[in-house]
Every structure is written in C-alpha cells, then in structure tokens.
C-alpha cells in the first residue's frame, strides 16, 4: 500500500530552527510537496521537489532523498504566524497526491 | 499565482437538505479538479477527482450519489451534498490542477454545518 509518515505534532521555540521529516512509500513517484494550512483554512502551497537535493526559498528549505523515500522540510528564524499544520504529499506514477496526516507545529514565545 | 475561488465560505442547512457549493479557477484553465474533505484535526480527505467533460472518479467509501460532482467547463466545478444529515458536517475544499505534473491550487474551503 502507498503510505506518507510524519510526526503528529512538535514543538519548537520562536527564532530557533525546526526540520520537519517526512517519509514515504508509494507506487511511483513524480514529485513531493509541502503544503502550510493554518487552522480553519485551506492548505497553501510551500515547495516542490522532483530531484535529489535542497530547495531552499527564504525561511523555508525543502529536501529529497528519493533513493530513501525521505524528505524534510526545514524552518528557520521561527515566527509565531508559524504555527499550523504542515503536510506532506507525494505524486504516484498516476500523479495522484497521496497525503500525509499532517504535523502540527506549535510555536512558543 | 493561481487563484482558486469557492462557494459559499460556509453554509448551515438543516437535515434533509441538498447543499451545493462551487468551486472556480479565475485565471487559468484546470483540466483536474479535486474535492477533499477533512475533519476536525484530520488530514485531507480525497473525495473524488474530476475531469473535465467526464464523470468524476471516487475514492472508496465516498457515495457517488449522494455527493455529486459535475465539472461542466474547465473552469468550474459543483460539488452537491444530497440530503446531507449532520455527520457530513465537515470542511469542504476544492483544488485545481492545470496539468499532471503541476502543483494543486486550493480554494479557500467550505464550512459546511448540518443541523
């Protein structure tokens, strides 16, 4: 079966760096995203990666290690407005998104 | 970037009756467009996915009469609870998609409450 894992939630304290893992095993594979949603909102679109290595756009950095079934997405300089959920979602050989449950981030002062 | 419209942002209907909520690509032409459900403090639940001009295709578990979905152009969509009782209650969202390989684009989510 096709399955996404990431941590259900963490914590993580406001200015400091937080990476965020994802791993996956799926039917194919044609890209992994990251998405941001804010409670009670819709997901907002973060990174797209195909190929092996770092995306890196502003705070946020993205990974891919697609020989381990493994990406992470990394955060620096912490804010507060951080705080939300942060999904990962990988594209099948059908390019269907399979999603992952999402880890909850919790920013503190 | 690419926008993504839906209505209503919320609605509240009683038990029993239909509920149609519409979801529009404003600037750009979606071949695909996806309908996902999720509950409170759960992940992104897929409905179905819709092409258009084509019946739309299910996941398993979600019934195909009692949510309609009709994609008449490529640029919108209707999702129509059908007599929806109140555990449809749930936050409705619609994405779209230009072609396989791109990036979804969310609409801003329907709060769907039924009494």
């Known amino acids: 079966g096709q399955n996404i894992d990431q941590p259900t939630e963490m914590t993580a304290t406001e200015g400091a760096i937080v990476q965020i893992n994802c791993t996956y095993q799926t039917s194919g594979f044609n890209g992994l995203f990251w998405y941001q949603q804010h409670a009670g909102e819709a997901p907002t679109f973060l990174s797209y990666n195909v190929l092996d290595g770092l995306e890196e756009k502003g705070r946020f950095s993205s990974f891919l290690s697609r020989s381990k079934g493994y990406s992470y997405l990394l955060l620096k300089e912490l804010q507060m407005k951080d705080s939300a959920s942060y999904l990962c979602a990988v594209t099948d050989s059908n390019y269907q998104l399979i999603w992952g449950a999402g880890t909850k981030l919790i920013i503190k002062p | 970037g690419a926008v993504v419209s839906q209505h209503p942002s919320w609605v509240i209907c009683k038990s029993g009756t239909s509920v149609k909520i519409e979801c529009r690509s404003l600037d750009f032409q979606a071949t695909t467009m996806f309908w996902y459900r999720q509950f409170p403090k759960q992940s992104l639940m897929l409905m179905a996915t819709?092409?258009?001009?084509?019946?739309?295709?299910?996941e398993q578990g979600v019934e195909k009469d009692k949510f309609l979905i009709n994609h008449a152009s490529l640029t919108l969509s209707t999702l129509t609870v059908t007599s929806a009782h109140p555990e449809d209650s749930s936050f409705y969202i619609c994405s779209a998609r230009v072609a396989d390989w791109n990036e979804q684009f969310f609409g801003p989510g329907t709060r769907l409450t039924v009494l």
């Open positions: 819709s092409n258009e001009g084509s019946k739309a295709t299910y």
